[in-house]
């Protein structure tokens, strides 16, 4: 069965005190992991695709890396505005000939001003 | 462009009755996904469909939950009868299908409260 792990479950921070988010993963034939955002009230709002060892992704403050285990969310001088539960996705799993994302249970960041 | 669309976005009602929820995927996007995300479970797939007909039902609780997909702009899922521990926010999300490694989109839920 395929395993999401995300690590921490919470996290403080300091605005301007980097930091790194944790996905750990046991699948078989990755076809896809995601970074999803989702703000209290809201749904999860798409960052990052990542589909092979050593890629990266950017996006302003919030850097995505992968292995073949894990991946890293990498959080430079964040802003309270950055605040949010972060979910990763892994997609390994067919059902009906389609692949489907198993989520992970997030990590909610919290930065303090 | 318009995201998907979730109605209603509260709903609380008593232990019993039928609820159903609402959703219109993004134009073009031709697989269709509900969730039910709490506290204890997280985000728990219940079930998906592809080009309007259902492909995978196996995360469906219970046979009082059942879902429907008339057309490619509009989905239900229906609990009859609903019980306490229905409660949750309920999601639905869209994507394109038959293109690798496309994410899924989001609507902003539909959180129930069963009494």
């Known amino acids: 069965e395929d395993q999401v792990t995300q690590s921490p479950e919470a996290l403080r921070l300091q605005e301007g005190e980097s930091s790194s988010l944790n996905c750990s993963y046991t699948?078989?034939?990755?076809?896809?992991l995601f970074w999803y955002r989702q703000d209290p009230g809201k749904g999860p709002e798409f960052l990052f695709t990542?589909?092979?060892a050593g890629e990266e992704k950017e996006k302003e403050r919030l850097k995505a890396t992968l292995t073949k285990k894990e991946s890293f969310l990498h959080i430079t001088a964040p802003k309270p505005e950055d605040s949010a539960t972060y979910l990763c996705?892994?997609?390994?799993?067919?059902?009906?000939?389609?692949?489907?994302?198993?989520f992970g249970r997030g990590t909610s960041l919290i930065v303090h001003p | 462009d318009a995201g998907v669309i979730q109605s209603p976005r509260h709903e609380v009602t008593e232990m019993g009755q039928e609820v159903t929820l609402r959703c219109k995927p993004i134009?073009?996007?031709?697989?269709l996904f509900w969730y039910r995300q709490t506290m204890m479970r997280g985000l728990e797939l219940l079930i998906y469909?592809?080009?309007?007909?259902?492909?995978?039902d196996s995360g469906m609780p219970e046979d009082r939950f059942s879902a429907k997909m008339p057309n490619a702009s509009f989905s239900t899922l229906k609990i009859q009868p609903s019980e306490p521990r229905d409660s949750a926010v309920y999601f639905c999300?869209?994507?394109?299908?038959?293109?690798?490694?496309?994410?899924?989109?989001f609507g902003d839920g539909t959180r129930l409260s069963i009494l």
């Open positions: 999300a869209s994507r394109i299908q038959g293109r690798s490694g496309q994410p899924q989109h």
């Open positions: 699948v078989s034939g990755l076809r896809g």
């Open positions: 990542l589909y092979s």
């Open positions: 996705a892994v997609q390994a799993r067919i059902s009906g000939g389609s692949y489907i994302p198993t």
């Open positions: 134009s073009g996007h031709n697989s």
């Open positions: 469909f592809n080009n309007n007909v259902p492909i995978d």
